[in-house]
């Protein structure tokens, strides 16, 4: 809804992007691909869309934009369209909220339909990265790219199930200000990277 407000002040909208500091977001159902081969494809929709609903329910709580779904992977930015205070404290209260929506609300409502085991894995990091109209003259996707956005797809990679993988950029903005402890990894290599980073 914040993007589509944002449009609508504009008088003709063009592919094109600017470099802005961004917070982004990624969450993965985790051992998805073996979920889906013991489940009939209408229940899996179902399940889904719920799992889908609560998600994006808590990100709008803490203020941030859902950007897209891919499969069973979301994606959230805070920081646009415009400026936020604390994007960073914003988007890890979301991602540890998250966590509690998939453990005390999803969970359950997918055991109940035979799935006994389903977790969330989440990356978060914060940087400069390209926002703005992406696509053709006759498909536009407002979005972010860069290598700030890749390093947090990279966490949530790492993740395992009920954990979330926090990038070193954040740390300072949040550092004894969330409930959960945060611990410190040094040195992880994450695909496609050639610079090992720290992370908690």
């Known amino acids: 809804s914040k993007v589509v407000k944002n449009v609508k002040t504009k008088e003709n909208l063009e592919l094109g992007g600017m470099e802005k500091k961004v917070v982004s977001l990624f969450s993965d159902i985790r051992g998805y691909t073996t979920i889906t081969e013991g489940i009939a494809p209408k229940v899996l929709v179902k399940l889904l869309n719920f799992h889908f609903e609560r998600m994006h329910a808590v990100i709008e709580k803490y203020e941030g934009t859902l950007d897209k779904i891919v499969g069973d992977l979301v994606m959230a930015v805070w ?60 498909f536009m996707n407002y979005t972010v790219i860069g290598d700030a956005v890749n390093t947090a797809q990279r966490l949530e990679s790492k993740a395992k199930a009920g954990e979330i993988w926090m990038a070193e950029a954040l740390f300072p903005f949040v550092s004894g200000r969330l409930e959960k402890p945060a611990r410190k990894e040094e040195n992880i290599r994450l695909k496609g990277k050639e610079q090992a980073i720290d992370a908690y």
Request: charged share 20%; no cysteine.
């Open 79 to 138: 920081n646009i369209p415009n400026d936020q205070p604390d994007p960073e404290l914003l988007a890890m209260k979301a991602a540890i909220e998250m966590q509690k929506e998939m453990f005390r609300v999803v969970a359950p409502e997918w055991a109940k339909n035979g799935v006994e085991k389903v977790g969330m894995g989440v990356g978060v990091n914060s940087g400069l990265a390209i926002v703005g109209n992406l696509g053709s003259s006759r």
